[in-house]
């Protein structure tokens, strides 16, 4: 049984030809897509209509959850489970607490921004695809890769192809499944 | 912008002035590229192991020893097996602990600072130096583990429900520092491994290209699968922003809150409101003094001139310097309020520290925290690499005797003369401490060897193959 197609995958030599590219790809109204940089390219992005990431909405809770719970174990453990007077000072107090509440906002907050890009990123993804093809190696050394999937709707496997071509991609074959 | 000129809505008044085109330094020089790169830094891991390598490794494993002898020593023993006794009661575990924790922050500053400030000299450095910091923190975490005497107990430092039903002071900094030291120590690893996740990747095929399955396995778990996918770098580059945002107030937070262990004690010497600003900057001087230490010998081993450049030197060399001066200011400005205070007990703690019984340990902190990193005014020290490395020792030990005239000349002579005492350290100190330089390189000696010491993408972002708009600039 031949493998299902996954999609087409075409080669660009350097940064522009892919940035134009993108911009060719994203005005043909193509949505499963992506290129495949060895480094982030600047203004790729626009060029391929990507809009702002999310993570930072992740880092916000993520924020608020370690200031809540640095802020709150210590009115617990100090003002509610074992009140104990220290030197004369208050059971609890915004001021002594912040220190503690202020570091456990950076580590929640960390972790929340590392777990959501994995999340926004689908990862750990240890197969797929476009790993299996040869062109990655060169995709993450030297070369710049652009892969339409063929679940999009615009997707046929001879237009794309020579339409990759056109947009100047080298070297385009199928990406099997 | 050095080609503004070339843009629609270039402003009249630059035709007039006609101003000096100012071109910017290149960061990585004989135009290299991307294959370059990638076939360098992997290189050095897929090479095999230089001999220099395993003679390193076996001096610093056997000087790691120290360490570890000396700690078993001492959790067998007690703590007394230190030369610790009243009124020092805090001396070299606390020095080092202060020492070790500073070196990392230079490591912090190059990840995050300088990637927020745009300083795209960082990225030829910054692998390293995070490597340096996580090190760091652990050689730093060592002492005050085992100077609580029963390590057994340290857990009663996190607010662990325990049989005594009772919990930490949370007023006190030395709790506020627990927090601190383990919220940077796992910030840093993060910050660190996220860095790492595109080299992995790129690590990760080439074993597999050479048949090496176990490598080629063991790199592809930590790399999560990442194929350079733009939606993903999109993803990652603003979760790496992310991190470098939280990253920078949290090393300014470490070390104040490192000072407060001192600043909120009432010790003559200690009680100061410029302790915060002032241990900011001398720990990221004597960071980079570390840094600079780490990378030259590096640069030269594995020849990495062409991405280590003298720009990268001189911009090193030029924040020892102004950290070094603001440390200067600092010991000087130490000294006016003493006077300017009127309190005879700071004026006495800061008249005892130049001209008592530890003068000799004063002194040596000035000529080499205030006098050497002066040398780095001059363009010709800057380019001469062996000398710029035998600066940064200095710095090194400058900063080291500076925790020590702190900690210990205020603990030895307090309040009242009948308390007095001279610390010196017993053997067992000095060997678990000079151990650690071996802890410390035994641990960069592997990263050296198992992980790419440079970040590949970024120092390719860098470079003018990277640029889409290449020859004219849209932004």
Redesign the interface.
Known sequence: MAAPLHGVIATFDTAAEIYHAAQKVRDAGFKFWDCITPCPVHGLDGAMGVTRSKVPRFSLVGGLVGFTIGMSMIYFTGAVDYPLIVGGKPFFSPMFAFPIAYELTILVCAFFTIGGMFVLNGQPMHYHPVLKTEHIHRGLDDKFLIVIEARDPKFDAEATKSFLESAGGKDITDVEG | MSQAESTAETPAILSEVNPAVLPRATLVKNNR???WI?EKICGIIEGKTPGWWWVCFGLAGFVASWTVGGIIYLVATGVGVWGHANPANWAWDIVNFVFWIGIGHAGTLISAILCLLRQKWRTSINRAAEAMTIFAVVCAGIFPVFHVGRVWFAWYLF?IPNSN???????S?L??DV??VS?YG??SV??WY?GMI?DL??LR??FY?AGNKTRSFLY??FA????????????????YL??AG??T??VL?VHT?VS?DFAVSLLPGWHTTIFPPYFVAGAIFSGFGMVLTLMLPLRSLYKLEDLITQYHIDCMCKITLATGTIVGYAYGMEFFIAWYSTNPYEGFAFINRAFGHYAWAYWIMISCNVITPQFFWFKKIRENTALVWILSIFVNVGMWFERFVIIVTSLARDFLPSSWGYYSPSIVEIFTFFGTFGVFSVLFLLFIRFLPIMP???L??VTP??????GHD??
């Open positions: 590229s991307f294959s990638t607010p039903y009772i919990w930490q002071n949370f007023r900094p709790e506020w927090f601190a919220t796992t910030v993060l910050f996220v595109p990747a790129i095929d080439r290209k592809g778990l999560m699968g990442w194929r350079g996918a733009n939606r993903h770098w999109s993803n990652y580059e603003m979760a992310v991190l939280i990253s107030p949290l937070s809150i407060f590949m993408a970024e390719k972002a193959e990277a640029d889409p708009h290449a849209h932004h």
